[in-house]
């Protein structure tokens, strides 16, 4: 399975980015922020300037992070959804497959259960959008979050019942909202809606980020069971999802090597 990873934390010049995922052996970007903005407030100029950046240096555009979603729940999407199109623009601009997009926050701190319906109708109202460029929004699973738990991101794809809506499975996010043994009890449920995997890990005592494999997110019986469906995604990385300590450059280079420990584990026990 190849990798790709997202380096903004590290810097937010595309060709060191592009540099520092090459050196790695990394095929695929992830892209949250290029000369210290968004990307949905790039011009046509700059997208296209990026473009060829990442065209001379072969790597090939995963996943689009957007800031969509963390707003109220029960908010007008009309907002979200002007955003939405501008971003699709960039993604059919560099060629991306997917923006990545929260469930949307439930008002007042309530339980994100009591809120589905809402969370619906929201993505209900950006989803036409998605569909006709051909882009697939990945729905994920954070902390906080409507969509925080296997059960209420199931009723929301379930609900949604389109093939450019998946699920970007966070293990370590699952983590962090109490989930345990969630590729045992889950992997059937939600297997075949995901979309891409976000190769993160936490600990479940202090629900703190921490290297993959190193946590209770089930890492090796994820890797195993993608490889068994024949999984023919990306596996994405962060190093701005680990805490706080070591520098950027580095915490990439233990990500990667993080990564290809695990697969070649999957690979022996498949």
């Given at each position: 399975?190849?990798?790709?990873?997202?380096?903004d934390a590290?810097s937010?010049?595309?060709?060191?980015?592009?540099?520092?995922?090459?050196?790695?052996?990394?095929?695929?970007?992830?892209l949250?922020?290029?000369?210290?903005?968004?990307?949905?407030?790039?011009?046509?100029?700059?997208?296209?300037?990026?473009?060829?950046?990442?065209?001379?240096?072969?790597?090939?555009?995963?996943?689009?992070?957007?800031?969509?979603?963390?707003?109220?729940?029960?908010?007008?999407?009309?907002?979200?959804?002007?955003?939405?199109?501008?971003?699709?623009?960039?993604?059919?601009?560099?060629?991306?497959?997917?923006?990545?997009?929260?469930?949307?926050?439930?008002?007042?701190?309530?339980?994100?259960?009591?809120?589905?319906?809402?969370?619906?109708?929201?993505?209900?109202?950006?989803?036409?959008?998605?569909?006709?460029?051909?882009?697939?929004?990945?729905?994920?699973?954070?902390?906080?979050?409507?969509?925080?738990?296997?059960?209420?991101?199931?009723?929301?794809?379930?609900?949604?019942?389109?093939?450019?809506?998946?699920?970007?499975?966070?293990?370590?996010?699952?983590?962090?909202?109490?989930?345990?043994?969630?590729?045992?009890?889950?992997?059937?449920?939600?297997?075949?809606?995901?979309?891409?995997?976000?190769?993160?890990d936490?600990?479940?005592?202090?629900?703190?980020?921490?290297?993959?494999?190193?946590?209770?997110?089930?890492?090796?019986?994820?890797?195993?069971?993608?490889?068994?469906?024949?999984?023919?995604?990306?596996?994405?990385?962060?190093?701005?999802?680990?805490?706080?300590?070591?520098?950027?450059?580095a915490?990439?280079?233990?990500?990667?090597?993080?990564?290809?420990?695990?697969?070649?584990?999957a690979?022996?026990?498949?």
């Amino acid at each position: 399975m190849p990798l790709s990873a997202c380096a903004d934390a590290i810097s937010q010049e595309p060709p060191v980015q592009a540099r520092l995922l090459v050196a790695h052996g990394l095929s695929h970007i992830d892209l949250r922020r290029v000369w210290g903005r968004p990307l949905a407030a790039l011009s046509s100029g700059e997208i296209a300037t990026l473009h060829v950046v990442l065209r001379e240096a072969g790597l090939r555009p995963h996943i689009l992070y957007s800031d969509l979603g963390y707003d109220d729940v029960t908010a007008p999407p009309a907002a979200e959804l002007a955003r939405l199109e501008r971003l699709l623009a960039v993604a059919r601009a560099l060629e991306a497959p997917f923006i990545r997009l929260s469930t949307g926050r439930p008002p007042g701190g309530d339980k994100p259960a009591n809120h589905l319906l809402p969370a619906i109708r929201r993505l209900k109202a950006l989803l036409p959008a998605a569909e006709a460029a051909g882009v697939t929004l990945l729905l994920e699973n954070a902390p906080g979050t409507v969509g925080e738990i296997p059960s209420n991101i199931h009723s929301l794809l379930h609900a949604l019942n389109s093939p450019f809506v998946r699920l970007a499975w966070n293990p370590g996010a699952f983590v962090r909202a109490g989930v345990a043994q969630q590729v045992p009890d889950f992997w059937l449920l939600l297997g075949r809606l995901t979309g891409a995997v976000l190769l993160e890990d936490a600990t479940l005592l202090d629900r703190a980020a921490c290297l993959p494999g190193e946590g209770d997110a089930d890492l090796p019986e994820l890797l195993v069971n993608l490889r068994e469906a024949r999984y023919g995604g990306v596996l994405a990385l962060d190093s701005a999802a680990l805490p706080a300590g070591l520098e950027g450059r580095a915490q990439l280079a233990l990500l990667v090597l993080a990564a290809r420990r695990l697969l070649a584990a999957a690979g022996r026990r498949g």
